[in-house]
C-alpha cells in the first residue's frame, strides 16, 4: 500500500485492528495503535472498540480499562458495540459482577442494551452460576422488546445442565420449539450434558 504511495487511514488501522482483535494479536494491535499515532491519525470509536475488543479476547482487562480511559480523553463515548465488547468479554469469563456493572452504567448513561447485550450477560450470569439471575433477564428482555432467541435458550440451557436442573432443560427445549426455534447441535449437547450430570441417561437416549 505505502509502495505505491498510498497512506493508510483511520479506516485502513481500524480494519487492522479489527482483524488482531479476532485473531487475539494484542501486542499487534497496539503496535498499529502506536503506528497511527506518529503518522498524526487519530482513532474513532471503532477504532477503540476494536482495540478493547482485543484486550477482552485476550483476557487482558487492565489494558482494556486503559483504552476505555483514553477513550474518554479523546471525548468519545462508548456506544452499545462498545459496552457489548465489554460485557460479552467479562460474561465469557464468568466475571458476572463485572459484566453487571457496565451492564447499568450503560442503562444509566441512556444507551438502550439490543439483543446482543442481554445474551451476554446471560452468558455471564450461567458461567457465574447465578441461573435465577439468568432467567430473570431472560424475562426483563422480553419485557423490553427483544424476544429469546436460540442463542439466548441453548446458553440458559447450559447453564441448567451445570446445575443439574434436567427438567429445566427440556422445558427450555419445548418453550423454544413452540417459538419456531430450531434445535440446533448446541441444544442437544446441552440436553445430554443435563442428563448425564443429572443421572437421568435414560432421557439422554431420547435425544439421539
Known amino acids: 500500500m505505502r509502495a505505491g504511495g498510498i497512506s493508510p487511514n483511520e479506516i485502513t488501522y481500524t480494519a487492522l485492528i ?60 462508548r456506544n452499545v458495540v462498545t459496552y457489548n465488547i465489554i460485557i460479552s468479554g467479562y460474561g465469557r469469563n464468568g466475571m458476572a459482577t463485572e459484566a453487571e456493572s457496565y451492564f447499568k452504567e450503560m442503562i444509566d448513561a441512556g444507551i438502550s442494551p439490543n439483543q ?15 441461573l435465577k439471575k439468568a432467567f430473570s433477564l431472560r424475562d426483563k428482555m422480553s419485557t423490553d422488546g427483544f424476544e429469546p432467541d436460540r442463542v439466548t435458550f441453548n446458553t440458559l440451557m447450559m447453564g441448567c445442565a451445570k ?5 429445566d432443560a427440556f422445558s427450555l427445549a419445548s418453550q423454544m420449539e413452540a417459538r419456531g426455534l430450531k434445535a440446533d447441535q448446541i441444544t442437544y449437547t446441552a440436553l445430554i450434558d443435563a442428563c448425564s450430570r443429572g443421572n437421568e441417561m435414560h432421557r439422554a437416549h431420547q435425544v439421539l
Open 18 to 77: 479489527s482483524g488482531c482483535a479476532k485473531a487475539s494479536l494484542l501486542s499487534r494491535a497496539f503496535e498499529l495503535l502506536a503506528d497511527m499515532a506518529k503518522s498524526g491519525i487519530e482513532p474513532n470509536q471503532v477504532t477503540f472498540s476494536a482495540l478493547i475488543d482485543a484486550c477482552m479476547r485476550c483476557d487482558e482487562f487492565k489494558a482494556a480499562s486503559g483504552i476505555m480511559k483514553k477513550m474518554s480523553d479523546a471525548g468519545l463515548e
Open 116 to 130: 446482543v447485550t442481554y445474551n451476554s450477560l446471560i452468558c455471564a450470569f450461567v458461567r457465574a452460576m447465578e
Open 163 to 167: 446445575c443439574r436442573q434436567v427438567d
